[in-house]
């Protein structure tokens, strides 16, 4: 039986209860409304729940044709039927063309009535589905959906919410796995272009010579193999935005022709002769040093700074500390109900390793590493120290971490953490250690017990 609520407007008492009684029957909450004023009212207090309006075309106070426009401001999501006693051709047209989905004459039988009214519910359905997801998916990925609070992470969205709703260019600059991506797609999804395409391709992930067919596309007979016509990338983010990763990799040919793009909005084919406009909003990333490799001939100046419009420097997590605890919460949620279980407790001291250690792949090394504890730690065991990766494990055997940030900036401390990086790297060979440092292995030895490694 079909639901939903109808409002109801029509001056007619005995037409508005008949019809009223009809749809009631259907199974549909119906609301009345006498005038414009009254069903303007309703919709103003109750929009979100009326999936159809259902308007007399003469009433007291307004003519339902210019009164379709208001209905449509205040339920945008509702579906508009028109009903008139004396139906035209000319006011059908218009009301068809205003956004209105049916016009009726009065008078026509029930079950045309019902037809049209349960086709308008169904649309008005799909149309709040569809508003559902799309609120969703820009919660998912919106700024505030960003985990942390740390200084380097908020400087970071102050810039990157600021250029968002504009269609500069941006680029982002941090190390792989600190979550470049997701700044491009909260700059996506806080910007006007958010219901078209996020594209997002890594330059590293192609062989040079395909990365012009990826991107730009190619005509049929252009090459051997090239049977089909075929659509690049920017044709695919037509509207939208297309985020470049690791664009450092590009090689010196595709960055011209991406240099042309973004000075003329237009770039050609392979094996065509007309141009193609873009209408595509470039965001990309490196975990390089863009500048220095400009500076030094190996990128091409002149596209730096096209890229460089807007640079958000996303930090490492050894920058953002203060984030891993709320991370760490997040991702074990994340896991628990990906594996549906309960989500796994942190003791202090395997929580002071997490917060502490350097995390050379940054957050996505944390995400990885907390998926293999979810999975791993016993369901009604809390994750220790013994349960991280070995590591870890031998950072809190050879770590210090109730350094306090003050002393992490002395030179001390950087010759402490250097060599506690390279004991990591060697399993705690003091042997290899030393050769790696390029000390004595009485040097290692004295700096070890120095520093209470």
């Given at each position: 039986?079909?639901?939903?609520?109808?409002?109801?407007?029509?001056?007619?008492?005995?037409?508005?209860?008949a019809?009223a009684?009809?749809?009631?029957?259907?199974?549909?909450?119906?609301?009345?409304?006498?005038?414009?004023?009254?069903?303007l009212?309703?919709?103003?207090?109750?929009?979100?729940?009326?999936?159809?309006?259902?308007?007399?075309?003469?009433l007291?106070?307004?003519?339902?044709l210019?009164?379709l426009?208001?209905?449509?401001?205040?339920?945008?999501?509702?579906?508009?039927?028109l009903?008139?006693?004396?139906?035209?051709?000319?006011?059908?047209?218009?009301?068809?063309?205003?956004?209105?989905?049916?016009?009726?004459?009065?008078?026509?039988?029930?079950?045309?009535?019902?037809?049209?009214?349960?086709?308008?519910?169904?649309?008005?359905?799909?149309?709040?589905?569809?508003?559902?997801?799309?609120?969703?998916?820009?919660?998912?990925?919106?700024?505030?959906?960003?985990?942390?609070?740390s200084?380097?992470?908020?400087?970071?969205?102050?810039?990157?919410?600021q250029v968002?709703?504009?269609?500069?260019?941006?680029?982002?600059?941090?190390?792989?796995?600190?979550?470049?991506?997701?700044?491009?797609?909260?700059?996506?999804?806080?910007?006007?272009?958010?219901?078209?395409?996020?594209?997002a391709?890594?330059c590293?992930?192609?062989?040079?010579?395909?990365?012009e067919?990826?991107?730009?596309?190619?005509?049929?007979?252009?090459?051997?193999?090239?049977?089909?016509?075929?659509?690049?990338?920017?044709?695919?983010?037509?509207?939208?935005?297309?985020?470049?990763?690791?664009?450092?990799?590009?090689?010196?040919?595709?960055?011209?022709?991406?240099?042309?793009?973004?000075?003329?909005?237009?770039?050609?084919?392979?094996?065509d002769?007309?141009?193609?406009?873009?209408?595509v909003?470039?965001?990309?990333?490196?975990?390089?040093?863009?500048?220095?490799?400009?500076?030094?001939?190996?990128?091409?100046?002149?596209?730096?700074?096209?890229?460089?419009?807007?640079?958000?420097?996303?930090?490492?997590?050894?920058?953002?500390?203060?984030?891993?605890?709320?991370?760490?919460?997040?991702?074990?949620?994340?896991?628990?109900?990906?594996?549906?279980?309960?989500?796994?407790?942190?003791?202090?001291?395997?929580?002071?390793v997490?917060e502490?250690?350097?995390?050379?792949?940054?957050?996505?090394?944390?995400?990885?590493?907390?998926?293999?504890?979810?999975?791993?730690?016993?369901?009604?065991?809390?994750?220790?120290v013994?349960?991280?990766?070995?590591?870890?494990?031998?950072?809190?055997?050879?770590?210090?971490?109730?350094?306090?940030?003050?002393?992490?900036?002395?030179?001390?401390?950087?010759?402490?953490?250097?060599?506690?990086?390279?004991?990591?790297?060697?399993?705690?060979?003091?042997?290899e250690?030393?050769?790696?440092?390029?000390?004595?292995?009485?040097?290692?030895?004295?700096?070890?017990?120095?520093?209470?490694?």
């Open positions: 039986m079909p639901t939903g609520t109808i409002l109801l407007i029509d001056d007619e008492a005995m037409l508005r209860q019809v009684r009809t749809l009631e029957l259907e199974g549909y909450t119906v609301l009345q409304a006498s005038n414009a004023h009254r069903g009212q309703t919709l103003r207090e109750q929009a979100d729940g009326i999936g159809v309006v259902l308007s007399d075309v003469k007291p106070d307004g003519r339902g210019d009164l426009p208001r209905y449509k401001a205040l339920a945008p999501l509702a579906e508009v039927i009903m008139t006693a004396y139906g035209t051709i000319p006011d059908g047209v218009r009301a068809m063309k205003e956004g209105a989905f049916d016009y009726l004459t009065k008078g026509d039988s029930d079950d045309q009535l019902l037809v049209v009214v349960e086709r308008a519910m169904d649309r008005a359905r799909l149309q709040q589905r569809v508003a559902l997801l799309e609120r969703k998916v820009d919660t998912q990925y919106s700024f505030e959906s960003m985990v942390g609070h200084p380097a992470l908020e400087k970071a969205k102050a810039i990157a919410r968002a709703p504009t269609d500069a260019t941006v680029l982002l600059e941090g190390p792989t796995g600190a979550g470049k991506e997701l700044f491009a797609q909260a700059i996506h999804y806080g910007s006007e272009r958010r219901r078209k395409p996020f594209v391709v890594n590293s992930a192609f062989p040079r010579e395909l990365m067919s990826e991107l730009f596309g190619y005509k049929k007979g252009a090459f051997t193999g090239a049977q089909a016509d075929k659509k690049g990338l920017f044709e695919e983010a037509h509207g939208g935005t297309l985020f470049l990763d690791e664009i450092g990799e590009l090689e010196p040919g595709v960055q011209a022709k991406l240099l042309r793009v973004l000075e003329a909005q237009e770039f050609t084919k392979i094996g002769t007309r141009p193609t406009r873009a209408n909003r470039i965001v990309a990333a490196t975990n390089r040093n863009l500048r220095q490799e400009a500076d030094q001939g190996h990128f091409r100046p002149d596209l730096y700074y096209r890229l460089s419009v807007v640079v958000v420097p996303v930090p490492a997590l050894h920058a953002r500390r203060a984030d891993v605890a709320p991370l760490t919460e997040h991702f074990l949620q994340h896991f628990a109900v990906k594996l549906r279980q309960r989500p796994l407790t942190v003791t202090p001291e395997a929580l002071r997490l502490h250690y350097s995390w050379p792949g940054n957050v996505r090394e944390l995400k990885n590493v907390l998926e293999r504890a979810s999975i791993l730690t016993p369901a009604d065991q809390p994750l220790t013994d349960g991280l990766p070995l590591e870890l494990q031998l950072f809190a055997q050879v770590g210090s971490p109730a350094s306090s940030p003050e002393d992490e900036r002395s030179l001390r401390s950087a010759e402490k953490q250097h060599i506690q990086r390279i004991l990591l790297e060697t399993g705690g060979n003091k042997t250690t030393a050769k790696v440092l390029g000390v004595a292995l009485t040097t290692l030895y004295r700096k070890i017990q120095e520093y209470g490694l």
